[in-house]
Every structure is written in C-alpha cells, then in structure tokens.
C-alpha cells in the first residue's frame, strides 16, 4: 500500500514536470514570451509582398534580435504592406539608410525581418520609414518560374 502511493506521487510529479515544459516550449514557440515587452521606438517598412511575416516575429540586426513585429497593416494607396517594426531602445543609432529583408529561418520556416545598416551619419527617429526593402522570397513563385522556363516559355534564349 505505501509503495503504490509513493509511485503515484512520482508519476504526479513526472507529469506535472512533462506538463510545465510543453508550456514553456508553447511560449517559445509561439513569441509569447516577450508579449508583455515594453519601451523600444517604432518604424515603419513597406513591403510588397510579406509572405508568412506575422506580428511578434522577431527583428534581427547582425543576428542578434533587437526588436520585433508590432503590427501589420495594408496600404490602399500603394498596394503595399506596411509593417510597423517595435526596435528596443538601446538600438537607437540605426543609419537612416538601414535597408530592411523579409528572410526565412530554420526549418519550420519561421519568417522575420533583417536589418542591414547602411553608411549614413545621421540615424533613424521614431516613425521613420525605411527607404530599401526587399519582399519576402515566396516558394510557389519561384518554382512556377523555374516550371515555365523549363517549358520552353523563357522568351529569348
């Protein structure tokens, strides 16, 4: 009888332990850990084509995160996205001619944006927009262009 109790009382715990790291590997996942993130300075990027970019995802400079997706919007105007970037506030000396790329990580195909500083003395300021950016690589098109130049329908060779 006190045997069978104390088993029961280490699978309790095993699952308990099993439970909290599903949680955490969710929160990873998912970007949720740094939902409750404060401060940084806004900027904008318009893109014409974002891909799977969806907000939270992370803003890497260098490889190093510094900031993230804040939101997503369209432009009826222009036809473009506009993607309101949230930079963390130590990273305030960001070139005014930083170019921004949509990129594609690891194997799950998580998608985030690159920022490559330019040569520029003077910096960025909250709600600036970037001047160069570069769309997401989408997939599907590229292997419909790679199909129709097999094809044949290349045009001039």
Avoid: H
Avoid at 9 to 22: D, H
Avoid at 99 to 123: C, K, P, R
Avoid at 133 to 157: C, H, N, P
């Amino acid at each position: 009888m006190f045997q069978n109790k104390n088993v029961e009382i280490l699978v309790g715990i095993f699952i308990a332990a099993g439970l909290g790291a599903l949680f955490v590997l969710a929160m990873k996942v998912s970007n949720l850990s740094e939902f409750g993130e404060e401060g940084g300075y806004p900027l904008i990027a318009r893109f014409d084509n974002i891909g799977g970019l969806k907000e939270r995802s992370p803003v890497t400079m260098a490889g190093v995160r510094i900031g993230r997706v804040e939101q997503i919007g369209f432009d009826e105007q222009t036809f473009e996205a506009v993607v309101t970037l949230k930079i963390r506030e130590q990273y305030d000396q960001l070139p005014e001619d930083t170019s921004a790329s949509i990129f594609t990580s690891g194997l799950l195909g998580e998608q985030y944006v690159a920022l490559e500083a330019g040569g520029s003395m003077d910096n960025m300021q909250p709600n600036d927009e970037f001047k160069i950016t570069q769309s997401a690589l989408v997939l599907e098109e590229l292997i419909g262009q790679f199909l129709f130049k097999a094809a044949g329908g290349g045009g001039s060779e």
